[in-house]
């Protein structure tokens, strides 16, 4: 069964309007989540690395005060596009990796696809 | 900063018979881990195969192969018995210790019944 569970899975909203998508690890404790961003027809991008506790750690060229990223709990990350356009429509998707499972790779949520008119 | 490389956008292979998806990547570290993940229309990710870079043996899962070339840095994917449920979009993905994954750009399959 699944070990991270995202939601929502489907958004579409009007422009303007802020978006929350929530990250949950289901049967483990991840104390770092990652956020990507998929366009169609293109690889997975790193959007920012989530750290329970902690400031998240963005990637270059992402937008620290458009996608707000909070950990507050070992079981959840949060990702708000806030005052969201057109052009923030996209798939996004989050993963998670138990740190105490040495090679153990990352399980990924089923993905958000958000859609701004 | 490491890159991976999927020279193949696009493959197709006739149900039944076997295909190889190509990947290669950079990396100044002699210790990492590199994964294939499938994604199919669904677009969830799914662990297809891993292999722990200081293991010389190539890991196999059922039908999945890879042969490992920590020299070369290439990482291939053999697919044999191929299956109509096989056609997805297919990433190489490396990661180093804890980081994040750096994944490559993608290989489109097909499965021709």
């Known amino acids: 069964g699944a070990v991270v569970s995202q939601h929502p899975s489907r958004v579409i909203c009007k422009s303007g309007t802020s978006v929350k998508i929530e990250c949950r690890s289901l049967?483990?404790?991840?104390?770092?989540m990652f956020w990507y961003r998929q366009f169609p027809k293109q690889s997975l991008m790193l959007m920012a690395t989530?750290?329970?506790?902690?400031?998240?750690?963005?990637e270059q060229g992402v937008e620290k005060d458009k996608f707000l990223i909070n950990h507050a709990s070992l079981t959840l990350s949060t990702l708000t596009v806030t005052s969201a356009h057109p052009e923030d429509s996209s798939f996004y998707i989050c993963?998670?990796?138990?740190?105490?499972?040495?090679?153990?790779?990352?399980?990924f949520g089923d993905g958000t696809r958000l859609s701004i008119l | 900063a490491q890159t991976v490389t999927q020279s193949q956008p696009e493959m197709s292979v006739q149900e039944a018979e076997t295909v190889t998806l190509s990947c290669t990547y950079d990396t100044s570290e002699s210790d990492y881990y590199l994964f294939w993940y499938k994604q199919p229309p669904s677009r969830q990710m799914i662990l297809v195969i891993r292999q722990e870079a200081y293991k010389q043996q190539n890991a196999t899962e059922n039908r999945f192969s890879v042969n490992f070339q920590k020299a070369a840095k290439s990482f291939s994917l053999k697919i044999s018995d191929s299956q109509l449920g096989d056609a997805a979009m297919y990433f190489c993905a490396y990661r180093f210790g804890n980081e994040k994954l750096t994944f490559g750009t993608g290989t489109r399959l097909t499965i021709i019944p």
């Open positions: 989530s750290n329970e506790g902690s400031k998240a750690t963005y």
């Open positions: 049967d483990f404790q991840a104390t770092t």
């Open positions: 993963s998670a990796r138990d740190p105490g499972q040495g090679l153990q790779p990352q399980h």
